[in-house]
């Protein structure tokens, strides 16, 4: 894989459809309506969708694609691929909250080793570069020119004093239960594959996801966060989390800066 090719290419179709995006965000009013799953779609989800699969198919025509929008594209595993979710958080897009994402994957051997997370409504831009190192890029995001780039690191946590993020829309119980097992100096809620970034850019420590995802909805995020340093393991038993799964079904999760004192359920 040609990596310069690749940060290029996935970050040019990260800003593409993150403008489509945002121009249905604009309009007064956009159509909602319900997968086979009940989970929401909505134009947005569908326009980002097709720019980004045309883009990388284009680009990458013999590296298989995974999006959540093309339920063909999803039938059988693979292990080297590229994985796309064109808008996470279309609950907070539909609420017009402003956490949603792109999120573009490159997958080898089931690990995620690059990938992009553009929250358009937010202005943040985290991507892997050509050597893997996460950086956080700041400015008018230009498609042809890169703007200032900043390299991100997670931190050495204090299990005395930990920072905390969790989902803004599909918190529970449960998780509220897992988090106390931990001391918690601050606790955070952010939308979508955010929370993969906030760890990654040392804004928190841990994220515990309990709840329900699929390989797109996490592939981008835990991508940045390695290439920050950072770790995503299997919630019951502390495996590493991979990719390229049977249906694409993720277990529970935990994303964390290394040095955290995890705790079992």
């Keep these: 894989m040609d ?28 159509e909602v309506r319900s997968k086979s799953d009940d989970s929401p779609v909505t134009a947005a989800d569908e326009a980002a969708d097709a720019i980004i699969s045309a883009g990388l198919r284009d680009a990458f025509p013999d590296v298989a694609l995974v999006t959540e929008e093309q339920v063909n594209s999803h039938t059988q595993t693979v292990s080297t691929f ?6 996470d958080g279309t609950k907070e897009f539909i609420k017009r909250r402003g956490e949603f994402t792109v999120n573009i994957a490159y997958v080898v051997g089931g690990n995620p080793v690059r ?9 943040r831009l985290f991507y892997t570069n050509a050597a893997g190192q996460s950086v956080e890029e700041t400015g008018a995001f230009a498609r042809d020119s890169v703007g ?7 931190t050495t946590p204090d299990n005395a004093a930990l920072l905390v993020v ?7 119980q449960a998780t509220d239960d897992y988090i106390d097992k931990y001391n918690v100096v601050d606790m955070k809620s952010a939308g979508s594959s955010l929370k993969f970034c906030l760890v990654a850019a040392g804004e928190a420590d841990l994220y515990p996801r309990l709840g329900r995802t699929m390989e797109w909805d996490t592939a981008a ?8 340093g950072g770790e995503v393991v299997c919630f019951d038993d502390h495996a590493p989390l991979t990719y390229g799964k049977a249906g694409f079904e993720n277990p529970h999760f935990i994303a964390l800066a290394p040095g955290v004192a995890l705790e079992f359920p």
Excluded: C, W
């Design 3 to 30: 990596h310069e090719k690749l940060t290029k290419v996935m970050r040019e179709l990260a800003l593409v459809a993150g403008e489509k995006i945002m121009e249905i965000y604009a309009a007064d009013d956009f």
């Design 82 to 87: 590229f994985i796309v979710d064109p808008l």
């Design 115 to 123: 990938g992009i997370v553009y929250a358009p409504a937010k202005g």
């Design 148 to 154: 200032q780039t900043t390299p991100i690191k997670v």
């Design 166 to 172: 969790a989902s803004k829309s599909h918190r529970d």
């Design 221 to 228: 995020g835990h991508a940045v966060l390695a290439g920050a």
